[in-house]
T-cell receptor, first 112, second 114 residues
Framework: ETGVTQSPTHLIKTRGQQVTLRCSSQ?????VSWYQQALGQGPQFIFQ???????GRGNFPPRFSGLQFPNYSSELNVNALELDDSALYLC???????????FGPGTRLTVL | RKEVEQDPGPFNVPEGATVAFNCTYS??????FFWYRQDCRKEPKLLMS???SGNEDGRFTAQLNRASQYISLLIRDSKLSDSATYLC???????????????FGKGTKLSVKP
């Protein structure tokens, strides 16, 4: 196992609601990246956090936001949920500046 | 053109077969390369990094051709437990020393049958 944990495992929300997903990085890692994986697709990069600041962002709207805490854990917040936000949300931790990333088990979000 | 393209699959092979996965990437500035495997409804797990000189890990061999922007993965003597989706992954590297993000192919599903 990678030592990366995520919570919750599953979540069901309705359109327009807000959601917060959480990730604890592997011990010794200082960087967290978030990805969205729709069914049948590869993961898509949302953003990355290093030293508590956003360190790169993919093609996702501002209603996707995040935080990193001093212990390197991280949150992903999504506002105004849309049906298309239904997906597996993965976080990956790594040790900057190395580029190998290790994934947590993911949070499966369903938006109704 | 997609940034990372893989064989669409699925590949259905008998146990013991040799199977090859191919992948191309569009950005010549890409810096590092990986193969991940993903079991159904699970997270991607790092299978191996891919180096320009080629590298081998047991039954798995990865190759990189930077000139052709092509990556491959060969699995020899395939086992039932190799059944999974194989994801080709490229890291573009970042600006100003940032780490960059992983760009995934869509994945190729492999089913190994008895």
């Amino acid at each position: 196992e990678t030592g990366v944990t995520q919570s919750p495992t599953h979540l069901i929300k309705t359109r327009g609601q807000q959601v917060t997903l959480r990730c604890s990085s592997q011990s010794g890692h200082n960087t967290v990246s978030w990805y969205q994986q729709a069914l049948g697709q590869g993961p898509q990069f949302i953003f990355q956090y290093y030293r508590e600041e956003e360190n790169g962002r993919g093609n996702f709207p501002p209603r996707f936001s995040g935080l990193q805490f001093p212990n390197y854990s991280s949150e992903l917040n999504v506002n105004a949920l849309e049906l298309d936000d239904s997906a597996l949300y993965l976080c990956a931790s790594s040790l900057f500046p190395t580029d190998t990333q290790y994934f947590g088990p993911g949070t499966r979000l369903t938006v109704l | 053109r997609k940034e990372v393209e893989q064989d669409p699959g699925p590949f259905n092979v008998p146990e013991g077969a040799t199977v090859a996965f191919n992948c191309t990437y569009s950005n010549s500035a890409s810096q590092s390369f990986f193969w991940y495997r993903q079991d159904c409804r699970k997270e991607p797990k790092l299978l191996m990094s891919v180096y320009s000189s080629g590298n081998e890990d047991g039954r798995f061999t990865a190759q990189l051709n930077r000139a052709s922007q092509y990556i491959s993965l060969l699995i020899r003597d395939s086992k039932l437990s190799d059944s999974a989706t194989y994801l080709c992954v490229v890291n573009m590297g970042g600006d100003g020393g940032s780490q960059g993000n992983l760009i995934f192919g869509k994945g190729t599903k492999l089913s190994v049958k008895p």
